[in-house]
């Protein structure tokens, strides 16, 4: 975690061992003792690293930094063949620079930014404060080894973390009774079937759509504290903290209250009953989005599908935030041109 450097803000750019008044010196015969997935050290430009708690969190998975656990990865890290790093991955080293190799310079950073969040304190509070530089600061990935205070009152705490194990168990059986209760007022098994197939491609859509048109505001929002507090929560947290597993999938309160226009919506195209079957679709494409998105973050692909729909995801965090808007699909990111290669 960063260490703060003033009550209410963490320089950004500089790191604890940076502003320390002193700094650690170790050895490369050191340096080759800690090279467990335990006890990882790893050295980059004469600096060195522990980087024992990122390495369950690593974006491209832990087993892509186990063979060079120990040693120098400059080589490594700078080489597109071998694994691709942006520059924002640089930035999220820093968070663990214990000291530097035996005759390397100490790096002095050379940042003048001083705006950003005390990361050790409930964010939601703070994030208003970042103004113009809202859209900036968010796109510099941060890691912590728990998931982030939001709020100091502990039942809003409480409410703003949700497991993804949450979304299956509390939707399913909601879509299976829609389903269900779309039978009773009249539709043929085949009929409820059809529609609920139509509202799980719709959902591909609608998951392009309010990616790319409202997750994606947050340049657009930085005139006005109040919108800039309610894109955070709603989805400029999940860039500022892209690994924090208590704020990757949706709350079942916030996914209801994007339901309720998507049904209306449905409403002028569609009788109630009707409505209805199309809607338990929707939410169903809804529930695999967000179960796809839990799954690229946090788990290790099953098969090169998977593998390059995380691979696409993660540049989509680290690279390029304005390219890539598909998660459960690139589908839609051929057809609109948004494709990040």
């Known amino acids: 975690?960063?260490?703060?450097?003033?009550?209410?803000?963490?320089?950004?750019?500089?790191?604890?061992?940076?502003?320390?008044?002193?700094?650690?010196?170790?050895?490369?015969?050191?340096?080759?003792?800690?090279?467990?997935?335990?006890?990882?050290?790893?050295?980059?430009?004469?600096?060195?690293?522990?980087v024992t708690r990122f390495i369950k969190d690593h974006p491209g998975g832990k087993e892509v930094v186990l063979d060079y656990l120990g040693t120098d990865i400059t080589n490594v890290f700078f080489s597109d063949d071998i694994h691709a790093h942006s520059e924002n991955a640089q930035g999220m080293?820093?968070?663990?620079?214990?000291?530097?190799?035996?005759?390397?310079?100490?790096?002095?950073?050379?940042?003048?930014?001083?705006?950003?969040?005390?990361?050790?304190?409930p964010l939601v509070m703070q994030v208003h404060k970042l103004g113009q530089n809202y859209s900036d600061y968010i796109h510099k990935a941060q890691v912590l080894p728990e998931p982030a205070r939001f709020f100091e009152n502990p039942v809003l705490e409480f409410l703003s973390r949700t497991p993804w194990y949450v979304v299956p168990l509390f939707w399913m059986p909601v879509i299976a009774l829609m389903e269900y209760y779309s039978t009773i007022l009249g539709l043929t098994p085949?009929?409820?079937?059809?529609?609920?197939?139509?509202?799980?491609?719709?959902?591909?859509?609608?998951?392009?759509?309010?990616?790319?048109?409202?997750?994606?505001?947050?340049?657009?929002?930085?005139?006005?504290?109040?919108?800039?507090?309610?894109?955070?929560?709603?989805?400029?947290?999940?860039?500022?903290?892209?690994?924090?597993k208590m704020r990757l999938v949706f709350p079942p309160a916030a996914a209801a209250i994007i339901a309720t226009p998507v049904f209306f919506f449905f409403r002028i195209f569609f009788d109630h009953t009707h409505a209805i079957s199309v809607l338990g679709g929707g939410i169903q494409g809804y529930v695999f989005y967000d179960m796809m998105h839990y799954y690229l973050h946090h788990a290790k692909p099953w098969g090169s599908y998977l593998q390059?729909?995380?691979?696409?995801?993660?540049?989509?965090?680290?690279?390029?935030?304005?390219?890539?808007?598909?998660?459960?699909?690139?589908?839609w990111d051929h057809v609109f041109g948004t494709v990040l290669t």
């Not at 003792?33 to 600096?47: Q, R």
């Not at 409202?214 to 860039?239: E, M, N, W």
Request: hydrophobic residues 40%.
């Open 1 to 50: 975690l960063f260490v703060p450097m003033a009550p209410s803000v963490v320089q950004r750019g500089a790191t604890p061992a940076a502003t320390s008044a002193t700094t650690r010196v170790f050895d490369l015969e050191e340096i080759r003792k800690h090279n467990s997935e335990k006890d990882a050290w790893v050295t980059l430009e004469g600096e060195v690293f522990d």
């Open 93 to 121: 080293l820093a968070q663990y620079r214990i000291g530097t190799v035996t005759g390397a310079k100490a790096k002095s950073s050379s940042s003048t930014d001083t705006v950003g969040l005390d990361l050790s304190k």
């Open 190 to 244: 085949v009929e409820a079937f059809c529609h609920y197939i139509f509202g799980v491609v719709f959902w591909t859509v609608l998951e392009y759509t309010l990616h790319r048109f409202l997750f994606h505001l947050d340049h657009r929002v930085q005139f006005s504290p109040i919108a800039i507090t309610a894109h955070f929560l709603l989805h400029g947290c999940h860039h500022l903290l892209p690994m924090d």
């Open 308 to 331: 390059e729909l995380k691979t696409y995801h993660l540049n989509h965090h680290y690279k390029n935030h304005n390219l890539g808007y598909g998660i459960s699909s690139k589908f």
